[in-house]
C-alpha cells in the first residue's frame, strides 16, 4: 500500500478520508499541527503529501517551504473556496496540485491518481533512450529529472521539470493549455484553472525570460505557450 501523508488540523476531515482512501489501496497517515507534519513530511516514507493551508502555529506556505528546502516529495494542497491568491501561491512556492474546500472526495482521489500517474510517467523516464536534452544554455538529464543551466544545477519541482520537458521536445511548436495541463498534470483544464501559468512564470524566474536575445517561453494570449527556437 501507498503512504499518504493528510497534514490537517481538522481531525474529523481526516478521518473522512482516510476512510475513503484506504479502501482505494493508500495507507494513510495523520497529523493534526504542523511541526509534527513537517518532520513525518522529511521522512521520505511517503509517495504523497496532502496539505491543508491554514495549520496552527505554522501555515501550509510556511510548512511548503520549509519541505521544499530539502524533499521534492509530491504535495496536494487544500485551499479556502474562492482564495485564488492561496492557491496560485502553493504553486509557486512548490505544490504540484490544489484542491478547494469543501470537495468531492471522488475529485481528491482523482487528484491523487494523476499525481501518482505523473510520478510513474518522472520513474519510467530513467530508461529513456535519449538521456539528455540540451537546447541554449540548459540540459536536461532525464534520468536525473535534474536541469543545468550553464552547467549550474537549477533546482526544480517534478511538475516544473515535466513542463520544461514538454515544452523542449515540442520547441518551436506552440503546446495549449489544455495539452500542457492534460500530458503534465494528468488531468483536464478546469474553468479558471492557472496551475499552468503558474508553472511557467516559475520556469522564466529560474531559467531567465530571455536567452540569446530572444523570449525563452513565449505566450500566445489565449492560445498556449511554446519554446522559442533559435535564428542561428
Do not use: W
Not at 479502501?23 to 507534519?37: M, N
Not at 475529485?107 to 491518481?113: D, M, T, V, Y
Not at 538529464?141 to 519541482?157: E, F, I, P
Amino acid at each position: 500500500m501507498e503512504q499518504i501523508l493528510v497534514i490537517d488540523d481538522d481531525k474529523e476531515l481526516c478521518e473522512l478520508l482516510a476512510d475513503f482512501l484506504e479502501p482505494e489501496g493508500f495507507a494513510v497517515e495523520t497529523v493534526h499541527e504542523p511541526f509534527g507534519g513537517l518532520r513525518r513530511a522529511l521522512s521520505g516514507e511517503h509517495r504523497l503529501v496532502i496539505l491543508d493551508v491554514m495549520l496552527p502555529g505554522m501555515t501550509g506556505f510556511e510548512l511548503l517551504k520549509s519541505l521544499r528546502k530539502s524533499s521534492q516529495v509530491p504535495v496536494l494542497m487544500l485551499t479556502a473556496r474562492g482564495e485564488e491568491i492561496d492557491r496560485i501561491l502553493g504553486l509557486e512556492m512548490g505544490a504540484d496540485d490544489y484542491l478547494a474546500k469543501p470537495f468531492n472526495p471522488r475529485e481528491l482521489s482523482a487528484r491523487i491518481h494523476a499525481i501518482q500517474r505523473r510520478t510513474l510517467q518522472n520513474d519510467g523516464n530513467s530508461s529513456a533512450r535519449l538521456s539528455r536534452i540540451g537546447l541554449d544554455d540548459i540540459e536536461l538529464d532525464l534520468g536525473a529529472r535534474s536541469v543545468t543551466q550553464n552547467g549550474d544545477l537549477v533546482k526544480m519541482t517534478a511538475v516544473e521539470f515535466s513542463l520544461l520537458y514538454e515544452l523542449v521536445r515540442n520547441v518551436g511548436r506552440v503546446m495549449t493549455r489544455e495539452e500542457l495541463t492534460r500530458t503534465v498534470l494528468h488531468r483536464e483544464l478546469e474553468v479558471f484553472d492557472r496551475s499552468i501559468d503558474v508553472h511557467i512564470s516559475s520556469l522564466r524566474k529560474k531559467l531567465g525570460h530571455q536567452v540569446k536575445g530572444r523570449e525563452r517561453i513565449k505566450t500566445l494570449r489565449s492560445v498556449g505557450y511554446l519554446y522559442t527556437l533559435s535564428s542561428g
